[in-house]
């Protein structure tokens, strides 16, 4: 028997009456290394022997039976020279096309993949406009960082409508941000947020949005937001969220303050990366806040090509 017909084994007996009762994911696990194997041409032996694992562990992995430890896994990835996203299902390796966009993508600089994701959206139709500036200018960073005010201000000086994407999106729930949260979960508030924010780049070709701080751990919502709008990341110090977030008159974080400080620090450092996509950044602990909103209004007035 030549090497190729090795490769894939037949199911052992009983394997499909089985099959239902098994876990989905597990099943779909196995068929995966049963295909990444075959792909590779490598006997189940030869991929045990190169992952350090016995035949019988791998068999099991293969039809939907073996629950590996990570560690296993990354193992046996090793062996199929493959990423341990190709192996669990990760989508970015679902097809060709995607590995191979992944390939091109994988040792990109942040510039390049800008560059690259943007490209791809205005292929696919999704990336708005191509010009560098929108006339729709969102405002994103944590709360507190002086979204609303600095907003209301600008939308004033621009003559813009100004949005503030919270309250449409308690208009389309009917209750409150904390109440949708509360009631349906972090998953129906993503997309009531979403919802909200097609439907103000729907009705405003003009407009200042002042988005939620938590807006861009969406992907999907964030990206419209970078296709759509200029954006402006407000900045601040942590101790200026904090005691802006209390003056708003939240005085949650004062009953652990030390926790909550520590808390706004880690979310303030886990979204950074995020906010920085913005086009401009304005920080507004620097100055008072007459001084921001002038380095605000001429920053932006600037990126619109609007006189001073």
Same mark, same amino acid.
């Given at each position: 028997?030549?090497?190729e017909?090795?490769?894939?084994? @037949?199911?052992?007996?009983?394997?499909?009456?089985?099959?239902?009762?098994?876990?989905? #994911?597990?099943?779909?696990? =196995?068929?995966?290394a049963r295909?990444?194997?075959?792909?590779?041409?490598?006997?189940?032996?030869?991929?045990?022997?190169?992952?350090?694992?016995?035949?019988?562990?791998?068999?099991?992995?293969e039809?939907?039976?073996?629950?590996?430890?990570i560690?296993?896994?990354?193992?046996v990835?090793?062996? !199929?020279q493959?990423s341990?996203a190709?192996?669990?299902?990760?989508?970015?390796?679902?097809?060709?096309?995607?590995?191979?966009?992944r390939?091109?993508?994988?040792?990109?600089?942040?510039a390049? !993949?800008?560059?690259?994701?943007?490209?791809?959206?205005?292929?696919? =139709?999704?990336?708005?406009?191509?010009?560098?500036?929108?006339?729709?200018? &969102?405002?994103?960073?944590?709360?507190?960082a002086?979204?609303s005010?600095? =907003?209301? /201000?600008?939308?004033?000086?621009?003559?813009?409508?100004?949005?503030e994407?919270?309250?449409?999106?308690?208009? #389309?729930a009917?209750?409150s941000?904390?109440?949708?949260?509360a009631l349906?979960? /972090?998953?129906a +508030? %993503? $997309?009531?947020? %979403?919802?909200?924010?097609?439907?103000?780049? *729907?009705? +405003?070709p003009?407009?200042?949005?002042?988005?939620?701080?938590?807006?861009?751990?969406?992907?999907?919502? #964030?990206n419209?937001?970078?296709?759509?709008c200029?954006?402006?990341?407000? *900045?601040?110090?942590?101790?200026?969220? /904090?005691?802006?977030?209390?003056?708003?008159?939240?005085?949650?974080? /004062?009953a652990a303050?030390?926790e &909550?400080?520590?808390? !706004?620090?880690?979310?303030?450092?886990g979204?950074?990366? #995020?906010?920085?996509? @913005?086009?401009?950044?304005v920080?507004?602990?620097?100055? *008072? !806040?007459?001084?921001?909103?002038?380095l605000? $209004?001429?920053?932006?007035?600037?990126?619109?090509?609007?006189?001073?």
């Open positions: 028997m030549s090497t017909e090795t490769i894939i084994d @037949s199911p052992r007996a009983g394997s499909e009456s089985t099959h239902a009762e098994k876990n989905a #994911f597990l099943v779909g696990l =196995g068929e995966r295909a990444l194997r075959a792909r590779r041409g490598m006997t189940r032996k030869a991929v045990a022997s190169s992952a350090g694992v016995s035949e019988r562990h791998l068999a099991n992995l039809y939907g039976e073996g629950n590996a430890s560690l296993v896994l990354l193992q990835a090793g062996a !199929l493959c341990l190709e192996l669990i299902g990760d989508i970015s390796t679902s097809s060709p096309e995607w590995l191979l966009i390939e091109l993508l994988e040792r990109a600089d942040e390049s !993949l800008r560059k690259a994701r943007i490209a791809i959206g205005q292929a696919l =139709g999704t990336g708005g406009s191509s010009a560098i500036a929108n006339p729709r200018v &969102a405002l994103v960073g944590l709360r507190g002086g979204k005010t600095l =907003g209301q /201000m600008l939308a004033d000086d621009l003559d813009f409508p100004f949005v994407l919270s309250r449409e999106i308690e208009k #389309f009917g209750c941000v904390a109440e949708i949260q349906y979960g /972090m998953n +508030y %993503r $997309r009531y947020e %979403r919802r909200a924010l097609e439907e103000a780049i *729907q009705i +405003y003009e407009a200042v949005i002042a988005t939620p701080g938590g807006l861009v751990s969406d992907p999907a919502t #964030f419209q937001l970078l296709s759509h200029t954006t402006v990341w407000l *900045q601040a110090d942590p101790e200026d969220h /904090m005691k802006r977030v209390q003056a708003q008159g939240d005085l949650r974080p /004062m303050s030390k &909550a400080m520590e808390d !706004l620090k880690s979310i303030l450092a979204r950074a990366a #995020f906010y920085s996509k @913005s086009q401009l950044s920080d507004t602990s620097a100055q *008072q !806040l007459d001084a921001t909103f002038q605000l $209004r001429g920053k932006v007035r600037e990126l619109l090509q609007l006189p001073g």
